[in-house]
């Protein structure tokens, strides 16, 4: 069953991803060849609890950190580790906090350095591919159609969208039905209604789609090697169009300034 969220509810969903939205971009500033994700992760570790909130990904299921941080042709749910990032790695950062009751989920992949014109394009492709799917995130679709319009773009490029993991709707608990799959036909799978929050992220491989999970049980990998890029933002759907829960106060207010610009031309 898919909870949709009440009035009160989304103001707690809007503070929770605020909040995590404020970690990713501290987080996004300290990258830099040298650092370790166990820095990392220990930074968002404090941050989240500076802030009266949970690091929800420690002991989900047994994970022992507070961030997914995977670097290269891992996927997603790497462990944070003591050797430094090197001049060239991206690495993705996943984060989720639980606050008064709530979830906010959000992923980011970062270039360490200088990176090559092939893997920024990847990172770029990455992040178009969650605004088209967020887009897609309307009263009246269908959850099919947040797939659609990841696919479609992603396969543009030839890139590899991993089926193995998906989105999910997001509430009290940080994995809610409906799984949200990166592929799909238009005009499929669950109606789309208010109130119902998702967590969407597409994870994009510069080959295979195929994975394989590292003997950590944990660390998930391309099959052939090659690197991928995530990126997730949590949000609401409203009458109005879908409203990205997991961004900065300033980032909310720079989206609105653009949807107002776009109105206006
Ligand atoms: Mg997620």
Same mark, same amino acid.
């Given at each position: 069953?898919?909870?949709?969220?009440?009035? +009160?509810?989304?103001?707690?969903?809007?503070? /929770?991803?605020?909040?995590?939205?404020?970690?990713?971009?501290?987080?996004?500033?300290? /990258?830099?060849?040298?650092?370790? @994700?166990?820095?990392?992760?220990?930074?968002?570790?404090?941050?989240?609890?500076?802030?009266?909130?949970?690091?929800?990904? %420690?002991?989900?299921?047994?994970?022992?950190?507070?961030?997914?941080?995977?670097? *290269?042709?891992?996927?997603?749910? &790497?462990?944070?580790?003591?050797?430094?990032? +090197? !001049?060239?790695? %991206?690495?993705?950062?996943?984060?989720?906090? @639980?606050?008064?009751?709530?979830?906010?989920?959000?992923?980011?992949?970062?270039?360490?350095?200088?990176?090559?014109?092939?893997?920024?394009?990847?990172? #770029? /492709?990455?992040?178009?591919?969650?605004?088209?799917? %967020?887009?897609?995130? #309307? /009263? &009246? *679709?269908?959850?099919?159609?947040?797939?659609?319009?990841?696919?479609?773009?992603?396969?543009?490029?030839?890139?590899?969208?991993?089926?193995?993991?998906?989105?999910?709707?997001?509430? #009290?608990?940080?994995?809610?039905?409906?799984?949200?799959? *990166?592929?799909? =036909?238009?005009?499929?799978?669950?109606?789309?209604?208010?109130?119902?929050?998702?967590?969407?992220?597409?994870?994009? *491989?510069?080959?295979?789609?195929?994975? =394989?999970?590292?003997?950590?049980?944990?660390?998930?990998?391309?099959?052939?090697?090659?690197?991928?890029?995530?990126?997730?933002?949590?949000?609401?759907?409203?009458?109005?169009?879908? !409203?990205?829960?997991?961004?900065?106060? !300033?980032?909310?207010?720079?989206?609105?300034?653009?949807?107002?610009?776009?109105?206006?031309?």
């Amino acid at each position: 069953m898919i909870i949709a969220k009440s009035a +009160k509810d989304l103001d707690k969903m809007r503070a /929770v991803g605020e909040l995590i939205a404020e970690v990713r971009e501290s987080l996004r500033g300290m /990258v830099r060849p040298g650092i370790s @994700t166990m820095e990392l992760n220990n930074a968002a570790d404090r941050m989240i609890r500076d802030a009266g909130a949970l690091p929800t990904f %420690i002991g989900y299921h047994g994970f022992p950190y507070a961030i997914c941080a995977s670097v *290269n042709h891992e996927i997603v749910h &790497g462990f944070s580790k003591t050797d430094p990032l +090197k !001049e060239g790695d %991206i690495v993705s950062l996943d984060m989720a906090a @639980t606050y008064d009751g709530f979830v906010g989920d959000t992923a980011m992949t970062v270039p360490v350095g200088e990176i090559t014109d092939e893997l920024k394009q990847l990172i #770029r /492709v990455t992040d178009e591919c969650l605004e088209l799917g %967020i887009q897609a995130a #309307r /009263v &009246g *679709n269908r959850v099919g159609d947040i797939g659609h319009a990841v696919q479609q773009h992603a396969e543009k490029y030839g890139y590899g969208i991993v089926r193995d993991y998906t989105g999910h709707g997001i509430g #009290r608990r940080m994995h809610e039905a409906p799984q949200i799959p *990166n592929y799909g =036909r238009p005009g499929t799978k669950e109606r789309i209604r208010a109130g119902y929050c998702f967590a969407i992220e597409p994870m994009l *491989n510069m080959g295979t789609h195929e994975t =394989r999970t590292l003997s950590d049980k944990w660390t998930v990998v391309t099959l052939d090697g090659k690197p991928s890029a995530h990126a997730e933002h949590t949000l609401a759907v409203t009458p109005d169009g879908p !409203e990205v829960l997991t961004l900065t106060k !300033e980032q909310k207010r720079l989206r609105q300034a653009d949807k107002a610009g776009m109105a206006a031309a």
